[in-house]
């Protein structure tokens, strides 16, 4: 009797679990679903810094312009432009019948709003610099000593925006491609006030798409913007963005059909790098040894060639990382802008690389200038798994090669930064991933001789970037850059570049056009289709 | 009662001062900003200043503690760091449903396995389905939550394809988390239940019923089952902080948008507001709870008063 | 009245040694060995208690004679499956599973064993001295005892490994903080019951010392609530070691506990699952065997509680 109830009782449970029709069927019919692996906090233009937020509002927004599949940005709000003679002026004229989402025209005016917002003291997303370092009175307008009419962003009419820079600027256009340079309605900004951007109704879209729903845990969804200008052109209609904070719960969701498109760990690299769906990419990233000049061992300029040179890189990238990570043989990341005849790591060249026997020599060389072959060196690194991985692959390299032992000293990230900016280190791994594709971006850091720059002064680089700075011959400018990258790695010595982080990932088979970027907005889901 | 009442409300509040206070101060010791250190550091001045203001962290520590205690006290839990703009109340309250529906789910698949089971184990002594419980009872508290979460996820979510293996868009996506986190509660439920089941089994009035010629099931439904199933509810005090716990993992193996996840997202992310509201939260929630179980208990069982004496 | 017969000096005083004032025919068996005499008989609990010393065994020595190191790399056997060589096979970076495992297993024993010391010392001291003093120290004890319940212990534990380094020694510490207070509210409630108890008075009234009757009567009438206690604080503590490193804010690589283990298995349970297996298969292995160990105790010392 009390058997049948109970089997009666899971036959209810069984059917209970099977009668509710699958939720996930709806999401299978040509959905593009990506998943992130955090959460996407906040969409609020000035106050967004993670790559999440950036990929939801690239897909909504629209700025001046849009890049396209080979990083290099195409008009997309702007319809045409000028750039003055002195290359210090630029003049933007904004497509005809624009609108936000909501039917407003989007206006000159609009962009002119966001940008100062984004100068302004009200900004919290650390990018005011990506601004404030180009144009005219940005930086004194956003240390408060100058008022916002003297900045060099002005509305000429409702179609045409006048930008002054400080410099001559040949990548302008591709910092226009970043979020922090997109519109935002003013008036529709005035209406909600602090509650801007927080819900998916207290946003009006200028991109492809709009947002339907948005929490910050879950996602955002897609469905495609009927007031987009270029809205022919943009053939998925319905996309998802989902939080999925476990790698390993969002491979099961990609295999499970979730998910168009998912990013893999190293491990699963290694089982998937055959397979049709398989794709990877560099990240304009680099990871490097950071070295303190002022440092009695490592000082030593023989030092630390000889540690440079005392790295197989290759065996770090395809054995350790193995996640489509490429050797770091110098600085700028591959694939970064060079002129028309290739990257600017083509051009430069290896400014470092793997040699035992010179690393050998250099450190003879060193160990006699030294007096004695030091007992011990200490190597600083952040305490993420990625890094104490490369402090330990460096320890047993320097150990192996040179008799070189390494002591590592693992902090927080935060705890690294404070040792390095207070002095208190010898060497140091460290990382900086490009905001714009220009090797500018790396170059520039090297020039203030601050402790956390290892306190390199040398007025033969400071005069190489001031040049460049200045430059408005373009081949000039670069040439500019090569010799200072070959000065700061393979003369100086003051960096040794270890690898250049690369991402893999799954992309289902149907989906098509789906463009990873390795900088600035990480994809577009404008142009991508379903096959 | 009521007076008995007022002294456990009393001791709540008093360890949750003692919680904010122990939990504020640690936060403050912690190294750095409590915003992303290189984002922070190339702030401009007034940047860094406006930021700082607005979070109320140009005061001393001592003045920012009386402040957060006075806004606390009129329901203020301050604002997020990392969720710009938003409210840490608001925060907290947007992420209660799922792991409300999933601890309640868990709790009642945990309660109806396990009364079933540990009724069948006390009333089959010694049989096979007694063993069968033991092995499941103890199993259930042995396999961590998380080996479960996951090994559920890849089997039944995506070898099987019968569930969903994760997301929050439908019911159907709660249910593996709910299975996953009952576990521990269906294995603590049938065991305790046996045991009850057997000391009453044991009673005098029991054999009285059976010499009366009492059909089994009627001594079991109408005598034993009913003595010994209220016990149980004193249990959901040490259930409730497993489900709670246990949230912590489960919720992001399946992306489920809750409070546990939250809690571990805002310590990575040092988003210091909502970690204090988080831990007042399930402070307050756990020792509700407990509260609760021991009113309740109070209530069915007229044997225990909680106005005299002591509980030893 | 007097009763000529029977006169006072027909009594004479026996005189009896101290020691045989308690003499027991039988041989004298000891709660411990009594203990043992029953828990012997329940085969589950023996099977358990093998397991476990087996574990331990391996815990110390395999990592000591076996050819690799924990953190040795490989980059030639990436993922190795289960093979001669590494019997366990190999992990993301080629270390030996086999070594890691058991190292594993040491640092979770190692959890383990200061929590359940911790139990013993500050819990049963904290608990005894509450019962014995009485009066107002016991007052206050237990308002301390009361406000340290009310606090969800995982959630103390992260904060306290938020603000400082990860570590052994910082969960150790974190897990101390309200470790101890189950126990001390047991031994406390044991106490009190044993000291109002009929055997307690016959002490007294046969003239026993207070001192005596602490160390005699009381101490070991609480041995087993308290052994049966420890046995549930080390699964516990194996546990949250296991779930803090799990979610990602407790140790981390290169040092290998079960749960740092368990978390990178689950990255790569899909193409190789053994990696996941093992580590998994040892943590249940050892809290089955405490929980069944524990259960075993408590029916052995604990007769009322015999089902």
Same mark, same amino acid.
């Given at each position: 009797?009390?058997?049948?109830?109970?089997?009666?009782?899971?036959?209810?449970?069984?059917?209970?679990?099977?009668?509710?029709?699958?939720?996930?069927?709806?999401?299978?019919? /040509?959905?593009?679903?990506?998943?992130?692996?955090?959460?996407?906090?906040?969409?609020?233009?000035? @106050?967004?810094?993670?790559?999440?937020?950036?990929?939801?509002?690239?897909? @909504?927004?629209?700025?001046?312009?849009?890049?396209?599949?080979?990083?290099?940005?195409?008009?997309?709000?702007?319809?045409?432009?000028?750039?003055?003679?002195?290359?210090?002026?630029?003049?933007?004229?904004?497509?005809?019948?624009?609108?936000?989402?909501?039917?407003?025209?989007?206006?000159?005016?609009?962009?002119?709003?966001?940008?100062?917002?984004?100068?302004?003291?009200?900004?919290?997303?650390?990018?005011?610099?990506?601004?404030?370092?180009?144009?005219?009175?940005?930086?004194?307008?956003?240390?408060?000593?100058?008022?916002?009419?003297?900045?060099?962003?002005?509305?000429? *009419?409702?179609?045409?925006?006048?930008?002054?820079?400080?410099?001559?600027?040949?990548?302008?256009?591709?910092?226009?491609?970043?979020?922090?340079?997109?519109?935002?309605?003013?008036?529709?900004?005035?209406?909600? =006030?602090?509650?801007?951007?927080?819900?998916?109704?207290?946003?009006?879209?200028?991109?492809?798409?709009?947002?339907?729903?948005?929490?910050?845990?879950?996602?955002?969804?897609?469905?495609?913007?009927?007031?987009?200008? *270029?809205?022919?052109?943009?053939?998925?209609?319905?996309?998802?963005?989902?939080?999925?904070?476990?790698?390993?719960?969002?491979?099961?969701?990609?295999?499970?059909?979730?998910?168009?498109?998912?990013?893999?760990?190293?491990?699963?690299?290694?089982?998937?790098?055959?397979?049709?769906?398989?794709?990877?990419?560099?990240?304009?990233?680099?990871?490097?040894?950071?070295?303190?000049?002022?440092?009695?061992?490592?000082?030593?300029?023989?030092?630390?060639?000889?540690?440079?040179?005392?790295?197989?890189?290759?065996?770090?990238?395809?054995?350790?990382?193995?996640?489509?990570?490429?050797?770091?043989?110098?600085?700028?990341?591959?694939?970064?802008?060079?002129?028309?005849?290739?990257?600017?790591?083509?051009?430069?060249? *290896?400014?470092?690389?793997?040699?035992?026997?010179?690393?050998?020599?250099?450190?003879?060389?060193?160990?006699?200038?030294?007096?004695?072959?030091?007992?011990?060196?200490?190597?600083?690194?952040?305490?993420?798994?990625?890094?104490?991985?490369?402090?330990?692959?460096?320890?047993?390299?320097?150990?192996?090669?040179?008799?070189?032992?390494?002591?590592?000293?693992?902090?927080?990230? /935060?705890?690294?930064?404070?040792?390095?900016?207070?002095?208190?280190?010898?060497?140091?791994?460290?990382?900086?991933?490009?905001?714009?594709?220009?090797?500018?971006?790396?170059?520039?850091?090297?020039?203030?001789?601050?402790?956390?720059? =290892?306190?390199?002064?040398? *007025?033969?680089?400071?005069?190489?970037?001031?040049?460049?700075?200045?430059?408005?011959?373009?081949?000039?400018?670069?040439?500019?850059?090569?010799?200072?990258?070959?000065?700061?790695?393979?003369?100086?010595?003051?960096?040794?570049?270890?690898?250049?982080?690369?991402?893999?990932?799954?992309?289902?088979?149907?989906?098509?056009?789906?463009?990873?970027?390795?900088?600035?907005?990480?994809?577009?889901?404008?142009?991508?289709?379903?096959? | 009662?009521?007076?008995?009442?007022?002294?456990?409300?009393?001791?709540?509040?008093?360890?949750?001062?003692?919680?904010?206070?122990?939990?504020?101060?640690?936060?403050?010791?912690?190294?750095?900003?409590?915003?992303?250190?290189?984002?922070?550091?190339?702030?401009?001045?007034?940047?860094?200043?406006?930021?700082?203001?607005?979070?109320?962290?140009?005061?001393?520590?001592?003045?920012?503690?009386?402040?957060?205690?006075?806004?606390?006290?009129?329901?203020? $839990?301050?604002?997020?760091?990392?969720?710009?703009?938003?409210?840490?109340?608001?925060?907290?309250?947007?992420?209660?449903?799922?792991?409300?529906?999933?601890?309640?789910?868990?709790?009642?698949?945990?309660?109806?396995?396990?009364?079933?089971?540990?009724?069948?184990?006390?009333?089959?002594?010694?049989?096979?389905?007694?063993? $069968?419980?033991?092995? $499941?009872?103890?199993?259930?508290?042995?396999?961590?939550?998380?080996?479960?979460?996951?090994?559920?996820?890849?089997?039944?979510?995506?070898?099987?394809?019968?569930?969903?293996?994760?997301?929050?868009?439908?019911?159907?996506?709660?249910?593996?988390?709910?299975?996953?986190?009952?576990?521990?509660?269906?294995?603590?439920?049938?065991?305790?239940? %046996?045991?009850?089941?057997?000391?009453?089994?044991?009673?005098?009035?029991?054999?009285?019923? %059976?010499?009366?010629?009492?059909?089994?099931?009627?001594?079991?439904? %109408?005598?034993?089952?009913?003595?010994?199933?209220?016990?149980?509810?004193?249990?959901?005090?040490?259930?409730?902080?497993? $489900?709670?716990?246990?949230?912590?993992?489960?919720?992001?193996?399946?992306?489920?948008?809750?409070?546990?996840?939250?809690?571990?997202?805002?310590?990575?992310?040092?988003?210091?507001?909502?970690?204090?509201?988080?831990?007042?939260?399930?402070?307050?929630?756990?020792?509700?709870?407990?509260?609760?179980?021991?009113?309740?208990?109070?209530?069915?069982?007229? %044997?225990?008063?909680?106005?005299?004496?002591?509980?030893? | 009245?007097?009763?000529?017969?029977?006169?006072?000096?027909?009594?004479?005083?026996?005189?009896?040694?101290?020691?045989?004032?308690?003499?027991?025919?039988?041989?004298?068996?000891?709660?411990?060995?009594?203990?043992?005499?029953?828990?012997?008989?329940?085969?589950?609990?023996?099977?358990?208690?093998?397991?476990?010393?087996?574990?331990?065994?391996?815990?110390?020595?395999?990592?000591?004679?076996?050819?690799?190191?924990?953190?040795?790399?490989?980059?030639?056997?990436?993922?190795?499956?289960?093979?001669?060589?590494?019997?366990?096979?190999?992990?993301?970076?080629?270390?030996?599973?086999?070594?890691?495992?058991?190292?594993?297993?040491?640092?979770?024993?190692?959890?383990?064993?200061?929590?359940?010391?911790?139990?013993?010392?500050?819990?049963?001291?904290?608990?005894?001295?509450?019962?014995?003093?009485?009066?107002?120290?016991?007052?206050?004890?237990?308002?301390?005892?009361?406000?340290?319940?009310?606090?969800?212990?995982?959630?103390?534990?992260?904060?306290?490994?938020?603000?400082?380094?990860?570590?052994?020694?910082?969960?150790?510490?974190?897990?101390?903080?309200?470790?101890?207070?189950?126990?001390?509210?047991?031994?406390?409630?044991?106490?009190?019951?044993?000291?109002?108890?009929?055997?307690?008075?016959?002490?007294?009234?046969?003239?026993?010392?207070?001192?005596?009757?602490?160390?005699?009567?009381?101490?070991?009438?609480?041995?087993?609530?308290?052994?049966?206690?420890?046995?549930?604080?080390?699964?516990?503590?194996?546990?949250?070691?296991?779930?803090?490193?799990?979610?990602?804010?407790?140790?981390?690589?290169?040092?290998?506990?079960?749960?740092?283990?368990?978390?990178?298995?689950?990255?790569?349970?899909?193409?190789?699952?053994?990696?996941?297996?093992?580590?998994?298969?040892?943590?249940?292995?050892?809290?089955?065997?405490?929980?069944?160990?524990?259960?075993?105790?408590?029916?052995?010392?604990?007769?009322?509680?015999?089902?």
């Amino acid at each position: 009797m009390l058997k049948k109830r109970f089997t009666a009782f899971l036959l209810t449970l069984a059917l209970a679990a099977t009668a509710i029709p699958a939720g996930a069927a709806e999401a299978s019919d /040509q959905v593009l679903s990506v998943a992130v692996n955090a959460e996407i906090k906040t969409l609020v233009p000035w @106050a967004a810094s993670e790559e999440n937020a950036f990929l939801v509002t690239n897909q @909504a927004q629209e700025g001046l312009f849009r890049m396209d599949a080979e990083n290099k940005p195409q008009p997309a709000l702007c319809d045409t432009y000028e750039v003055s003679d002195d290359k210090l002026t630029y003049t933007f004229h904004l497509r005809d019948g624009i609108k936000w989402s909501n039917g407003d025209p989007i206006t000159a005016g609009d962009f002119v709003f966001s940008w100062l917002k984004q100068m302004s003291a009200e900004a919290t997303n650390g990018y005011s610099f990506i601004m404030t370092d180009y144009i005219v009175n940005g930086q004194e307008y956003s240390e408060g000593t100058a008022e916002a009419d003297t900045v060099g962003v002005k509305a000429l *009419d409702d179609q045409t925006l006048e930008v002054q820079l400080k410099n001559p600027t040949p990548y302008f256009t591709n910092l226009c491609t970043m979020i922090m340079f997109f519109p935002v309605d003013e008036a529709f900004y005035e209406s909600v =006030g602090d509650q801007y951007a927080l819900a998916p109704d207290s946003m009006v879209y200028s991109g492809p798409f709009t947002i339907t729903e948005y929490d910050p845990a879950v996602g955002a969804t897609f469905v495609k913007n009927d007031n987009y200008w *270029d809205k022919d052109n943009v053939q998925i209609s319905n996309a998802k963005v989902r939080v999925m904070k476990d790698a390993a719960a969002a491979f099961n969701a990609y295999q499970a059909g979730e998910l168009s498109y998912v990013k893999l760990d190293s491990a699963n690299v290694i089982a998937n790098q055959n397979s049709e769906e398989f794709s990877q990419t560099i990240d304009f990233r680099s990871t490097y040894i950071q070295f303190n000049l002022t440092d009695p061992v490592v000082g030593n300029v023989n030092m630390r060639q000889a540690i440079s040179h005392a790295i197989e890189r290759e065996a770090l990238t395809g054995f350790i990382l193995a996640d489509g990570s490429a050797p770091g043989t110098g600085l700028i990341a591959d694939g970064m802008a060079g002129n028309a005849e290739g990257t600017f790591r083509e051009l430069n060249g *290896d400014v470092t690389s793997f040699d035992v026997d010179l690393a050998k020599e250099y450190y003879d060389k060193a160990v006699a200038e030294l007096g004695s072959a030091p007992a011990e060196v200490k190597l600083l690194v952040a305490d993420d798994s990625v890094s104490k991985s490369v402090a330990t692959f460096l320890q047993s390299e320097l150990d192996k090669n040179l008799g070189l032992k390494v002591a590592i000293d693992t902090k927080t990230v /935060q705890g690294r930064s404070e040792l390095m900016d207070s002095n208190n280190y010898q060497f140091a791994v460290t990382a900086w991933g490009a905001d714009y594709d220009d090797a500018m971006t790396y170059l520039d850091l090297w020039t203030n001789g601050t402790p956390y720059r =290892g306190n390199y002064t040398n *007025d033969d680089y400071n005069a190489l970037i001031a040049d460049a700075k200045s430059q408005t011959d373009d081949a000039v400018r670069l040439d500019d850059m090569l010799q200072a990258e070959k000065l700061l790695v393979a003369d100086d010595a003051v960096v040794a570049p270890i690898f250049h982080r690369g991402s893999a990932a799954l992309t289902k088979s149907n989906v098509k056009n789906l463009i990873i970027h390795p900088i600035g907005v990480p994809m577009e889901f404008k142009y991508a289709y379903f096959e | 009662m009521v007076k008995y009442i007022l002294k456990r409300l009393l001791f709540i509040f008093v360890t949750l001062w003692i919680i904010v206070t122990c939990t504020f101060f640690m936060m403050k010791q912690l190294p750095g900003t409590p915003f992303d250190a290189e984002r922070f550091s190339i702030m401009t001045p007034a940047q860094q200043e406006s930021m700082l203001e607005m979070y109320g962290l140009n005061d001393p520590v001592p003045v920012q503690y009386v402040k957060y205690i006075g806004n606390i006290l009129h329901g203020d $839990l301050g604002t997020s760091f990392s969720y710009v703009n938003q409210d840490v109340g608001s925060v907290i309250a947007g992420r209660l449903k799922p792991s409300a529906l999933i601890g309640l789910q868990a709790v009642l698949i945990g309660l109806a396995i396990g009364l079933v089971l540990g009724i069948l184990a006390a009333w089959k002594h010694n049989s096979g389905i007694d063993y $069968l419980t033991m092995i $499941l009872a103890v199993l259930g508290v042995s396999v961590p939550n998380f080996v479960a979460a996951a090994l559920l996820q890849y089997y039944i979510g995506l070898k099987w394809g019968i569930l969903p293996i994760g997301f929050w868009t439908s019911w159907n996506c709660s249910v593996l988390p709910s299975i996953a986190l009952s576990f521990s509660a269906t294995a603590m439920v049938a065991r305790f239940m %046996r045991t009850e089941m057997l000391d009453v089994l044991d009673q005098d009035y029991i054999v009285t019923a %059976r010499a009366k010629g009492i059909s089994q099931m009627q001594v079991l439904m %109408r005598h034993a089952v009913k003595n010994s199933i209220l016990p149980v509810v004193t249990i959901l005090g040490p259930i409730v902080v497993n $489900l709670m716990t246990g949230s912590l993992a489960v919720e992001n193996i399946y992306s489920i948008p809750g409070i546990g996840s939250l809690f571990v997202d805002c310590i990575k992310a040092n988003d210091y507001p909502v970690i204090m509201g988080i831990t007042i939260f399930y402070a307050a929630f756990y020792m509700l709870v407990v509260l609760l179980v021991d009113l309740v208990y109070s209530m069915i069982d007229p %044997r225990i008063r909680l106005t005299k004496g002591k509980e030893d | 009245m007097r009763n000529e017969a029977i006169e006072d000096s027909l009594f004479v005083k026996v005189k009896v040694k101290a020691e045989e004032k308690e003499h027991i025919a039988a041989p004298a068996s000891g709660m411990i060995a009594d203990a043992w005499l029953r828990l012997r008989k329940n085969k589950a609990a023996v099977v358990a208690l093998f397991i476990l010393i087996a574990i331990i065994l391996l815990a110390v020595f395999a990592p000591v004679f076996s050819k690799y190191s924990f953190s040795d790399t490989d980059y030639g056997s990436v993922f190795a499956q289960p093979n001669a060589d590494h019997i366990f096979g190999a992990d993301q970076f080629g270390r030996d599973m086999w070594v890691r495992i058991w190292m594993g297993t040491r640092i979770s024993l190692m959890i383990a064993a200061v929590a359940a010391v911790l139990d013993l010392v500050v819990g049963v001291l904290y608990g005894a001295v509450s019962a014995l003093l009485g009066g107002r120290v016991d007052a206050v004890m237990q308002r301390i005892i009361e406000v340290l319940v009310g606090i969800p212990h995982l959630i103390i534990v992260i904060l306290f490994l938020m603000a400082f380094p990860a570590g052994v020694g910082t969960i150790i510490a974190a897990l101390s903080i309200t470790g101890w207070v189950n126990m001390a509210r047991l031994v406390r409630a044991e106490i009190l019951k044993l000291k109002s108890q009929e055997f307690v008075m016959a002490s007294q009234v046969l003239g026993s010392s207070k001192f005596y009757i602490i160390m005699k009567d009381l101490i070991p009438n609480t041995v087993g609530v308290i052994v049966i206690n420890v046995m549930f604080t080390i699964p516990n503590a194996i546990f949250t070691e296991a779930f803090l490193s799990f979610i990602g804010i407790g140790l981390a690589e290169p040092q290998a506990s079960l749960g740092v283990l368990i978390n990178g298995g689950y990255q790569v349970l899909q193409n190789y699952p053994h990696v996941l297996i093992f580590p998994a298969v040892v943590i249940v292995l050892i809290m089955v065997c405490f929980s069944v160990l524990g259960d075993g105790l408590r029916d052995a010392m604990d007769p009322q509680m015999r089902k």
